[in-house]
């Protein structure tokens, strides 16, 4: 009997060392996890305009602080903050004007008008409303942002450069709402940004699998713009958005995105609706006797349309006719079906045919030497169509991130005859106009849809940033 309770004794002990050693491991863990999310950038998102009513809620319980990060509440389960701002004649005082309240759940977590989010809400209430603004680690904002981005079944490559894409915006605009105490917005002004309930397991992975990761050019976070599809080839910036070139927004050709239903459109206009939207812009005619337009190429950016009318001639901006007719992009052509066929497959450098040599455009070499037998003699490169030998070019290797061109074919001015459009019989004038363009957005940065399919051609995203992006490094921020 005796030696039996021994024997359990030693077993309680042994027990309770067990638990004991469970415990110090579990502190120790969440420790090293604390210190992780401490690590970790805040970003401060503001969440949509001024708030005329607010509903706070923090799952599982949490505080609110004051500005000094005094607590002066604490919300228990289910119990949550409400405020509203008075309005009308009946003009109430404003609870906690000017005052800025903290929200922190014991989880990380808060639900702001009925939506869930990450990290911390900060609320500056004014007499005009409250302005909330999310308070949230780098990583933990992606998880909400990469999904509206781009869907969330693309392949995994693909989600990993627009996830680089969406932190290296992040970091380039941190500041951009500063005068509202926030870095960046949730809305399509920044990034749309959903909170927790945009998270799925593929876009975690892909956050997970870049973290840290940013774009540089000159040593800074670039401005990673991209668009949907760009149609062939994509837009220098400065030739979309005016300003300077810069040096990694270049355009390049793409030939990925040729599947997308953006890749070509068509839109159709009557008389009375092209009119009646010129009406918008101040011009008035009665008869449309002839349309032409200004641009660098066929089918490239349209910089003006002009207008021969009765009242006299006129012109309009390309990215005005874009708006007014709700085009998917500026890179169209006018006329009518049969002509424009003809001036497409005359514009051979963006023909869907034309796509260049895949082994040659793929190749990403850097800093392979000045002299044509500098570097190794052969190299092992991975291409869309997988891993090949290639062995060194007369010329010497070169860097090449891909083919670049400053632009295709010149023309300066495109200003189409009397029978290239569908006119009256009776009036030889203008009743129907055909515009057919390429491509979908401002077509400067990386094409969304090409990045897709090189996802599907099993590019990584080290390889797909680079072919959209001229000249830029990756960097591993330390955290
Ligand atoms: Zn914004
Ligand atoms: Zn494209």
């Known amino acids: 009997m005796k030696k039996r309770a021994k024997q359990l004794s030693f077993l309680k002990n042994v027990v309770k060392l067990a638990i004991i050693m469970a415990v110090f491991i579990a502190a120790a863990v969440s420790a090293a996890q604390g210190k992780l999310r401490e690590s970790e950038p805040i970003l401060r ?9 607010i509903s706070i809620a923090l799952p599982g319980g949490g505080e609110i602080l004051n500005h000094k990060g005094r607590k002066i509440r604490t919300i228990r389960g289910k119990s949550g903050f409400t405020w509203a701002i008075g309005s009308g004649k009946r003009k109430k005082r404003v609870e906690h004007l000017n005052e800025t309240l903290t929200f922190a759940g014991r989880k990380n977590q808060v639900t702001l008008n009925g939506k869930i989010y990450r990290g911390r809400m900060l609320v500056k209430f004014t007499n005009t409303g409250a302005i909330a603004v999310n308070h949230v680690g780098i990583e933990d904002y992606l998880r909400g942002v990469v999904g509206s981005e781009m869907g969330s079944m693309s392949p995994a490559e693909s989600l990993k450069a627009q996830t680089v894409i969406a932190r290296t915006y992040a970091y380039a605009n941190r500041g951009k709402h500063g005068s509202e105490g926030a870095d960046v917005c949730d809305s399509t002004h920044c990034q749309v940004y959903q909170g927790i309930l945009a998270e799925r397991e593929s876009i975690n992975k892909a956050v997970d699998g870049t973290r840290g990761i940013i774009m540089i050019s000159e040593g800074k976070p670039i401005q990673a713009l991209y668009h949907a599809t760009c149609g062939g080839m994509t837009s220098d910036n400065d030739k979309v958005f005016g300003g300077t070139a810069c040096s990694y927004l270049r355009r390049v050709i793409c030939p990925f995105c040729k599947d997308s239903a953006h890749f070509r459109w068509v839109k159709t206009l009557n008389l009375n609706e092209f009119k009646s939207a010129m009406a918008k812009e101040n011009i008035h005619f009665n008869h449309l006797i002839d349309l032409g337009y200004e641009s660098p190429g066929l089918m490239d950016r349209v910089d003006k349309v002009f207008l ?14 874009r708006r007014l007719f709700d085009l998917k992009s500026t890179t169209f052509t006018l006329g009518n079906r049969k002509n424009v066929k003809a001036v497409i497959s005359a514009a051979a450098v963006i023909k869907p045919e034309s796509e260049p040599d895949n082994d040659r455009v793929q190749i990403v070499l850097a800093g392979m030497g000045e002299t044509a037998t500098d570097g190794p003699a052969q190299l092992i490169i991975q291409t869309a169509k997988g891993l090949k030998r290639v062995t060194r070019p007369e010329t010497g290797w070169q860097t090449v991130v891909c083919r670049q061109i400053s632009e295709i074919e010149p023309a300066d001015s495109v200003l189409l005859s009397r029978n290239e459009m569908t006119r009256s019989s009776a009036s030889g004038q203008i009743e129907k106009i055909e515009i057919f363009g390429r491509g979908y957005g401002h077509q400067v940065g ?9 996802g599907k051609r099993n590019w990584s995203y080290r390889q797909i940033l680079p072919f959209y992006y001229s000249n830029v490094a990756l960097r591993q921020l330390g955290y």
């Open 308 to 321: 021969v009318t009765d009242k006299g001639e006129f012109s309009v901006k390309g990215t005005t006719f």
């Open 45 to 53: 998102v503001k969440i949509g305009g001024m708030h005329q009513k």
């Open 446 to 454: 990386l094409c969304q849809s090409g990045a897709i399919e090189l």
